[in-house]
Structures are given as C-alpha cells and as structure tokens.
C-alpha cells in the first residue's frame, strides 16, 4: 500500500521518514520497520506506541513509502484513519508527533489524547 493514496491509515512527513530510516539503521538486523499502536494511558485515555516490527502481524496494514515499512496494529487502524506521523525536535525534546483527526481531546502534558466513540 502506498502513503500517497486517499485511502490510507496514517502519513508520513519526510523529516519522520528520514527518523524512521536512521533508528530501522540502528535496530539488529531484523528489523524491517515500525509498528504504529495505540495504548491505554495516560488522564486523556489512549497514547500512541511505536516500536520495531521484526516480522508482519496478522492483519496489520502495511504502509510502504518514502523508504520506510510502518505496520499499523489492527486494533489501532480506526483511532488512526487519516493521521499523518512526523518528527520534531527541540532543544528540550524530541520524538514522533501524530497529527490525528480522529481526536477530540489530549491530555494537558501531550502524552495522552481520546477520540469521539
């Protein structure tokens, strides 16, 4: 599947592609992308997770484009549907940002979000 068609999960910026591609680099040699979720947590209720993927899950979405593979948990797709994941850095912080208009509330730290049910 391609991040350039309407029908995809999520989206992804160049600058979280470059990110992506740098920490797949600095992953044991298994890893073929990043596994994109969503946890319980936090006072909002829900915060996002990304971590490596080794191997395909069933029925993950695959999403290849701009040299990175993300896999999108199947339990994650409808709190994710139309996100776009980029990366920012500060002087303070840094780390994956989701734009997702699927939220409708986070948390006052950032940490946490939740979506309309």
Same mark, same amino acid.
């Given at each position: 599947m391609s991040l350039n068609k309407q029908?995809?999960?999520i989206t992804i910026s160049d600058k979280a592609?470059?990110?992506?591609k740098y920490l797949i680099q600095k992953g044991d040699n298994k890893v073929i992308g990043?596994?994109?979720g969503i946890k319980s947590s936090g006072c909002s209720g829900f915060k996002y997770s990304v971590e490596y993927a =080794? +191997?395909?899950k069933s029925f993950e979405e695959k999403i290849t484009s701009k040299g990175v593979t993300l896999f999108i948990d199947p339990a994650a797709v409808m709190f994710l549907v139309g996100s776009q994941?980029?990366?920012n850095e500060s002087k303070?912080?840094?780390?994956?940002?989701?734009?997702?208009? =699927? +939220?409708?509330?986070?948390?006052?730290?950032?940490?946490?979000?939740s979506v309309s049910s």
């Open positions: 029908n995809d999960v592609a470059e990110r992506v990043l596994r994109i =080794n +191997e395909a994941m980029d990366w303070f912080s840094s780390g994956f940002d989701f734009k997702n208009p =699927n +939220e409708i509330a986070r948390c006052g730290c950032g940490e946490s979000f």
